[in-house]
């Protein structure tokens, strides 16, 4: 009962909007201001994240990647040795 009141009361207040100057409003700005400032400190957060990173290798990765660039395919390395097993991986233990 009382929704049926609440639409005879909107009813009229829908007839006085006009239905060719529709715009957001105030609120609809205060949303969009909102949003504009959330990406802008997102953006700035970002920025001063990746300022921080470095891409600079450690010396202990720079030698692990430089000896695994010895191995070729097979499994030997650069000066001929095998692994031992002939080329095949052990099995695990444990």
């Known amino acids: 009962m009382s929704a049926s009141l609440a639409l005879t009361h909107l009813v009229p207040l829908a007839k006085e909007v006009d239905e060719n100057k529709v715009t957001p409003g105030v609120l609809g700005f205060i949303v969009f201001a909102v949003m504009a400032l959330a990406v802008w400190g997102l953006m700035k ?9 470095t891409f600079e290798e ?15 395919v097979s499994g030997t390395t650069a000066s001929g040795s095998g692994t031992g097993s002939g080329g095949k991986a052990a099995p695990a233990k444990g």
Do not use: Y
């Open 45 to 53: 957060s970002m920025n001063r994240h990746m300022g921080k990173v």
């Open 58 to 72: 450690d010396p202990e990765n720079k030698a692990a990647a430089s000896g695994g660039a010895e191995r070729s």
